[in-house]
């Protein structure tokens, strides 16, 4: 994937994320195993966001196809 789709993707994840419930939110954390401290920084991550920033490709793609199987994945908004 490159940079600009690794982007797009990014972003529609993170659109997805924040309109579930929280109780689905807490579930996909959970699901993801994500570290509370980012790995390059040592810094407490602050946001979804900052943690699939950091996750692989690999990650993003089994999140999206995640989402999308239980119905959470808002649509890609086009590259302008």
């Known amino acids: 994937m490159n940079q600009e789709e690794r982007k797009s993707l990014i972003d529609q994840l993170d659109r997805s994320f924040s309109v579930m419930p929280y109780w689905v939110q807490c579930a996909t ?43 959470d994945l808002l649509a890609a908004i086009p590259a302008q």
Not at 39 to 56: D, L, Q, Y
């Open 29 to 71: 954390k959970h699901a993801m195993a994500a570290p509370k401290n980012n790995p390059a920084t040592g810094k407490p991550f602050k946001s979804f966001r900052e943690v699939i920033e950091a996750a692989s490709d690999d990650t993003l793609l089994t999140l999206r196809e995640d989402f999308d199987d239980n119905g």
